[in-house]
T-cell receptor
Framework: AQSVTQLDSQVPVFEEAPVELRCNYS??????LFWYVQYPNQGLQLLLK??????LVKGINGFEAEFNKSQTSFHLRKPSVHISDTAEYFC????????????FGQGTTLQVKP | NAGVTQTPKFQVLKTGQSMTLQCAQD?????MSWYRQDPGMGLRLIHY???????DQGEVPNGYNVSRSTTEDFPLRLLSAAPSQTSVYFC??????????????FGQGTRLTVV
């Protein structure tokens, strides 16, 4: 069975500092990986996705993530955060290619302080 | 282009009542899904559908029912509401074609409280 673990429930960081949100997954087959962002009282918006090819993927709002198959990780990074990045971030996986069956991590709340 | 539309946005039910959460998408997506979001637990899959007339259970299906008579609509029915069903519910849809288009689109959510 697949699972996703987000290693930090909350990450406080000062504005303009770099940030890394950690995600580990388990799956016995090849996977598709996603990072979604949820702003307060809103739905989920796709930040970026890894389907195949280059292990470094770039997304919206200056975020990027690196797929590491040997460590089964898909960590999200941003070199300089803004107050507007304050939100909850979810890592998700599907191994079937069926994006109707996403397995989500528990979520990480990014708190950007001035 | 409306995307994925959920109604209502908020609902309060009494224990034992039934209701239907509506979800509609206008992107001609084959896949549609229902998730519930609870604090500290991320989103968990309730039911999903790979096309009209085809549905299947997800991780937490008990107490919920779905049907998919059209490509556009995927309603979620609560048969007899319980306080444990207090949650935020999200509907999502996605395309089943080329891998490059793999992405799930989410509605704005329905916040349900069962008292």
């Amino acid at each position: 069975a697949q699972s996703v673990t987000q290693l930090d429930s909350q990450v406080p960081v000062f504005e303009e500092a770099p940030v890394e949100l950690r995600c580990n997954y388990s799956s016995s087959v090849s996977v598709y990986l996603f990072w979604y962002v949820q702003y307060p009282n809103q739905g989920l918006q796709l930040l970026l996705k890894y389907l195949s090819g280059s292990t470094l993927v770039k997304g919206i709002n200056g975020f990027e993530a690196e797929f590491n198959k040997s460590q089964t990780s898909f960590h999200l990074r941003k070199p300089s955060v803004h107050i507007s990045d304050t939100a909850e971030y979810f890592c998700a996986v599907t191994s079937s290619g069926n994006t109707g069956k996403l397995i989500f991590g528990q979520g990480t709340t990014l708190q950007v302080k001035p | 282009n409306a995307g994925v539309t959920q109604t209502p946005k908020f609902q309060v039910l009494k224990t034992g009542q039934s209701m239907t959460l509506q979800c509609a998408q206008d992107m001609n997506h084959e896949y549609m899904s229902w998730y519930r979001q609870d604090p500290g637990m991320g989103l968990r899959l309730i039911h999903y559908s790979v096309g009209a007339g085809i549905t299947d259970q997800g991780e937490v299906p008990n107490g919920y029912n779905v049907s998919r008579s059209t490509t556009e609509d995927f309603p979620l029915r609560l048969l007899s509401a319980a306080p444990s069903q207090t949650s935020v519910y999200f509907c999502a849809s996605s395309y089943s074609g080329q891998v490059v288009n793999t992405e799930a689109f989410f509605g704005q959510g329905t916040r349900l409280t069962v008292v």
